[in-house]
């Protein structure tokens, strides 16, 4: 079965890789005894470096199950249980006087009443800040991070509010029950048992360049450490997410491994309906409606700020899985759905082509990427600015300046590919660099963390750009002639 899919893949990959902007894309696709993987495309455009099935890269929210199989894990040692009070397994007064009644699967069903904190991004030179001091720090402050606490941290449990910060706390529940910080538990509870060997928490080092792209010119993403790492810190490869699904896959058949079948049966048990989607949440897993019988499957969506989008999806009665990872966020939307994404498109399909069959014949492709966008000027490099620093420092709220210049020189156009396999010079295509002003760049960077976090100062900063901006974002992609700042949501709908 693999065999057929697996060519399929190498041959639609770079397709993807072309129709979608992205520079590099890995796939790994897994049955309980097999696991294959394929790639295409650049982990650096500057660089030229290859993108491989082993290279790391930032994996946002694929870090939440791994919490909940910590979790489960204590779970069955009899340390805590599912109905738990989540105050019982935390430091005495961690979450402030009077905090509402919640257990330990609420907050692993993003039902523990927090509101978003996406990751509480910082600079990378900051040092971690312990899980438990977090917890309590942000407790303490009461308000979400994004646009200096727009929103409050705090809503009524129960309801679904999906939430990076519910995750950390149950993160802190790992922590403070064993008594070991939370990165060193799960390297050696899951990450080794599972054979995955080149997985990390909040280590940033090396792997894969993240690009923040403005229809095909894409710039490096702002280098970014998060204080929320139990819900979205892990580094990891498309080979060894792929080794932990293959893992779960063979629990879900009878085996005993990171968690027993039991354990694993009540993480992927629907516990209450996500909000405009035929899906509900587990305990830290997305799961599909179970009326999709044959073609049910759990797993996660996931994306780090910004430059990384992961799929992973397991077919427990297929006895498959996959996971993939793409280096590019499409900043003309602020969400990159999985129906657009090359990552999301790959992993559908592998799933897809697996019980109906890979397709035959693909049409040859006609062709190199190609420019889908406006080419860069002196006015959208400082566009390109502002709406970088408005997400960073802005939505993000990360107070500490950008290293501007690093990130300008790493910008590239798609345009200048030669082919899918090599990477021409700077401009090779004609004049698609000879525009780009690294110190508009800048000055837009610092003309947005001029006013940021305020959400009223940004929207008024976009305004001010005019229609021209606004008709730049339409041909980048954006549904709408619409600059998109401040984010309705996280900025309490400032606009």
Not at 26 to 52: C, I, K
Not at 94 to 120: C, F, K, N
Not at 430 to 450: H, I, L, M, Y
Not at 456 to 471: H, I, K, N, V
Request: charged letters at 15%.
């Amino acid at each position: 079965m693999l065999d057929d899919v697996m060519a399929a893949l190498g041959t639609v990959l770079p397709r993807l890789a072309a129709v979608t902007g992205t520079p590099g894309v890995a796939v790994a696709v897994a049955t309980s005894d097999e696991l294959r993987t394929a790639e295409t495309g650049f982990a650096d455009l500057a660089a030229g470096t290859p993108m491989t099935a082993g290279t790391p890269a930032p994996a946002g929210s694929l870090t939440k199950p791994v919490t909940g199989l910590a979790f489960l894990q204590l779970v069955e040692a009899g340390l805590a249980g599912l109905d738990t009070p989540v105050d019982e397994v935390l430091p005495a007064g961690l979450r402030g006087p009077g905090a509402a009644p919640v257990t330990t699967a609420m907050l692993a069903a993003h039902q523990g009443g927090y509101s978003s904190d996406i990751v509480t991004a910082t600079a990378p030179a900051a040092p971690a800040e312990p899980i438990l001091d977090y917890v309590r720090r942000r407790h303490e402050i009461g308000r979400a991070v994004e646009y200096g606490g727009a929103r409050p941290l705090v809503t009524a449990p129960g309801p679904y509010s999906y939430s990076s910060f519910g995750i950390g706390v149950l993160g802190g529940v790992v922590e403070h029950l064993t008594g070991e910080p939370y990165g060193a538990r799960v390297h050696r509870e899951v990450f080794t048992p599972a054979g995955m060997t080149a997985t990390s928490i909040d280590d940033g080092t090396g792997g894969a360049t993240g690009y923040m792209a403005f229809g095909d010119w894409c710039v490096p993403s702002p280098p970014l450490r998060t204080a929320a790492y139990p819900g979205v810190g892990m580094h990891t490869s498309v080979t060894d997410f792929g080794r932990l699904l293959q893992s779960l896959l063979r629990t879900a058949r009878g085996d005993h491994g990171l968690v027993t079948p039991d354990s694993l049966a009540a993480m992927v048990t629907p516990r209450v309906p996500r909000p405009r989607s035929r899906s509900f949440s587990g305990l830290t897993f997305e799961l599909a409606d179970p009326d999709l019988g044959e073609d049910w499957w759990w797993g996660h969506t996931a994306a780090f700020p910004w430059g990384f989008w992961w799929e992973a999806r397991v077919w427990p009665h297929r006895d498959l899985a996959a996971v993939a990872v793409g280096n590019r966020w499409d900043m003309a939307r602020f969400h990159n759905p999985a129906t657009r994404s090359a990552p999301g498109l790959a992993v559908e399909w592998a799933g897809h082509w697996a019980v109906s069959g890979a397709p035959a014949k693909l049409p040859d492709m006609d062709g190199r990427p190609r420019w889908t966008g406006p080419r860069p000027t002196p006015e959208s490099s400082r566009w390109m600015g502002v709406l970088t620093g408005e997400r960073t420092h802005g939505l993000l709220g990360v107070p500490e300046a950008l290293p501007t210049p690093s990130l300008a020189g790493g910008a590239r156009s798609l345009g200048s590919l030669g082919s899918l396999g090599s990477l021409g010079s700077r401009g090779s295509r004609g004049d698609d660099s000879a525009g780009w002003d690294p110190e508009a760049f800048a000055q837009g960077v610092e003309q947005a963390r001029a006013v940021a976090p305020d959400p009223a100062a940004l929207g008024a900063l976009g305004r001010e750009l005019g229609p021209a901006a606004a008709l730049w974002m339409l041909e980048c992609g954006a549904s709408s002639a619409d600059l998109t700042m401040p984010v309705g949501f996280y900025a309490g709908e400032v606009r």
